[in-house]
């Protein structure tokens, strides 16, 4: 095969009209290693889902066995990535499959996260694009950038930093205004996950 990795596309909370940077688990089934360029039950919680989320299958060939809709644990570094399988909105996944592509460039410019497969003439073989798997209630730690990846975490673990509590997702929004505290706003896709930040003690 050839290179396996991921790219930072954009992570990014909104509180009010100041733009910040922003993004555990066992996986079900396969792991691909590679070199890359909450609620206290969260599975019983509401899975968000935005229209913006159901995107194409645009071709491309990874390793890894997801189809659009399902989701997956994203691990390592830039240097060692890692993705598995894992079950929407359970403590095992961080990212959500919204479509497929041939190439990490064209996955839409909104999305989280993109993790793409290169031949070993780095040639792309294919990509699928991520966005968090938010889910209504529960919590997730959000790096404000580096290589780490966003966690799902018990609400009630104030001692982690970074943590976003999911409240609301607007479809057809492209700003935080119809929040009460801050979001995570995808404006291509035209839709806003509503949080708020738990506090560290």
């Known amino acids: 095969m050839g290179k396996r990795g991921w790219a930072h596309v954009r992570r990014r909370i909104e509180l009010g009209a100041v733009v910040a940077a922003a993004v555990f688990a066992v996986g ?13 039950d969260p599975v ?26 399902e989701c997956v644990r994203l691990g390592g570094t830039m240097d060692a990535a890692t993705i598995s399988e894992a079950s929407c909105g359970s403590a095992d996944s961080n990212y959500r499959v919204i479509a497929k592509a041939e190439t990490n460039a064209q996955c839409p410019s909104d999305v989280d996260q993109v993790y793409y497969e290169e031949s070993a003439l780095g040639t792309e073989l294919g ?52 929040c009460s505290e801050g979001g995570f706003v995808y404006r291509e896709r035209e839709f806003v996950v509503c949080t708020e930040e738990v506090r560290p003690l």
Request: net charge negative; glycine share 14%; aromatic share 2%.
């Open 28 to 40: 079900c089934s396969s792991t691909v290693d590679g070199t890359a360029t909450a609620a206290s």
């Open 127 to 178: 990509a699928l694009c991520l966005d968090i798997d938010w889910v209504i209630g529960g919590c997730m730690s959000v790096p404000d950038g580096g290589d780490d990846e966003p966690q799902r975490v018990d609400c009630a673990d104030t001692h982690v930093p970074g943590v976003q509590r999911a409240v609301e997702l607007i479809d057809g929004a492209t700003d935080v205004e119809r």
């Open 44 to 69: 019983t919680s509401a899975a968000t889902t935005a229209a913006g989320q159901v995107g194409s299958d645009g071709g491309g060939e990874v390793d890894i066995d997801v189809e659009i809709g």
